[in-house]
């Protein structure tokens, strides 16, 4: 147990440097920044940020530990396999970048939506922050992590919700810190114009994160949904443009009422498309399934789909299997794909060793998958699995995948030299 919840927190710090949450905590520093260091304000909102970070992350693992034990297979990231939650991720960090750009003034943005709701300290944003970096972090699945959470998922709700707990904290730890140190705090540039220039240039990494949702989502729904969410984006942008006039114009004392009608248009005409029923924001199929037969078996390098009778095939015909479990949401999965599985070295390795290479494609939900990774006491992504030709378990392989490691295994499984 101990080692599962210092495994959960050193996952937890490590997220804070992947491109999902730090374009989010950078902003919640110029934040602070902002305010000019002011210590009790910086310290309050250090306790916001923690506790809404706490708070979304215990609502997301009570969720998945209820959806379980109620017979459910599904995962850690459950909630990126549903396209409209996507398509709203898109939507919001699309908003974040418009307002960090200018168009339109709404606190810091969309993370800092408290800070017009309370007028004082923004604490209502810092913990709206701290709940998103949460939302978005989910994807992000490296180090330490796949451990803690395959061993949070099968103990008593209260111990797996500690470790959880105990996720969220690695999370909120660096932001916290800062805000509580009265060293790190003088170390903060004092309010300037350069703060102007920064904000906007931070609307950049905003935009980035929308783009790779954006990405994401064409994977999930094919071009359909893609043409739907990119109108949903064009009608945003729009209603954010005729927002901000309207703002610049009540500013200077000259209220426009017709302006402020057409935002509230766009924003109800955003709900409507994004909400039209069998609209195409509905998973389909990935390309990759529907190309091959999913009982199909092949020993060259080309991946075939994963399912439990395809692996069984493969092995009665005498063959090691490679199994990679991965979603087109996994930065991580993303990674091991460019630095190990699509190199020469390995493609090599699985054609001298004559191995079965499949892809358990989870980018939309499958319930096979999510109970094939239960049953191995694994939730999160990504996993790799090399089953040995002469029978036995799986051996799992690291997360992050390295080409030595890898081929050994493949040797090991194969009885065969690479």
Same mark, same amino acid.
């Given at each position: 147990m101990l080692v599962a919840l210092l495994s959960a927190f050193l996952g937890g710090l490590i997220l804070n440097l992947m491109p999902c949450v730090f374009p989010i905590i950078s902003l919640k520093a110029f934040g602070l920044a902002r305010q000019g260091g002011d210590p009790q304000r910086m310290r309050h909102e250090g306790l916001a940020f923690l506790g809404g970070t706490l708070l979304a992350m215990l609502a997301l693992a009570g969720t998945l530990i209820a959806l379980r034990a109620g017979g459910q297979a599904v995962g850690w990231g459950f909630q990126l396999q549903s396209p409209l939650v996507v398509a709203v991720l898109v939507l919001v960090l699309l908003g974040s970048a418009l307002n960090l750009a200018g168009l339109f003034e709404f606190g810091l943005g969309l993370q800092r939506m408290g800070q017009t709701l309370d007028g004082k300290d923004g604490m209502l944003g810092a913990a709206l922050t701290g709940a998103l970096a949460v939302v978005?972090?989910?994807?992000? @699945?490296?180090? =330490?992590?796949?451990? @803690?959470?395959? =061993?949070?998922?099968?103990?008593?709700?209260l111990a797996a919700l500690a470790i959880f707990a105990a996720l969220g904290l690695g999370v909120a730890a660096p932001f916290t810190a800062l805000s509580f140190s009265p060293a790190l705090a003088r170390r903060l540039p004092r309010p300037g114009a350069w703060m102007t220039t920064l904000k906007h240039a931070l609307a950049f990494p905003m935009l980035a994160a929308a783009a790779w949702l954006l990405w994401v989502l064409a994977q999930q729904t094919g071009s359909a949904g893609l043409a739907l969410m990119l109108g949903c984006a064009l009608l945003l942008a729009f209603t954010c443009w005729i927002y901000g006039m309207a703002q610049r114009r009540a500013m200077a004392g000259r209220p426009a009422p017709v302006l402020q009608g057409l935002t509230i248009a766009g924003a109800a005409a955003i709900a409507a498309l994004c909400a039209l029923p069998g609209n195409a924001l509905r998973a389909s199929p990935p390309a990759a399934q529907m190309q091959a037969s999913a009982g199909s078996i092949r020993t060259d390098i080309a991946p075939v789909p994963w399912s439990p009778e395809a692996v069984a095939k493969a092995r009665a015909a005498g063959h090691a299997v490679f199994v990679d479990f991965s979603a087109e949401w996994c930065l991580t999965c993303k990674v091991n794909e460019k630095a190990v599985l699509s190199t020469a070295a390995f493609k090599d390795g699985i054609s001298r060793t004559g191995t079965t290479y499949m892809v358990a494609d989870s980018t939309n939900y499958d319930a096979r998958i999510e109970q094939a990774m239960m049953e191995l006491g694994r939730s999160g992504l990504p996993l790799y699995l090399v089953y040995p030709a002469k029978g036995g378990d799986p051996v799992i392989l690291p997360?992050?995948?390295?080409?030595?490691?890898?081929?050994?295994?493949?040797?090991?499984?194969?009885?065969?030299?690479v």
């Open positions: 978005v972090a989910t994807p992000c @699945a490296g180090p =330490f992590m796949a451990g @803690a959470i395959g =061993f949070a998922l099968v103990q008593p709700p997360q992050v995948l390295d080409t030595k490691t890898t081929l050994d295994a493949l040797q090991a499984a194969s009885g065969k030299k």
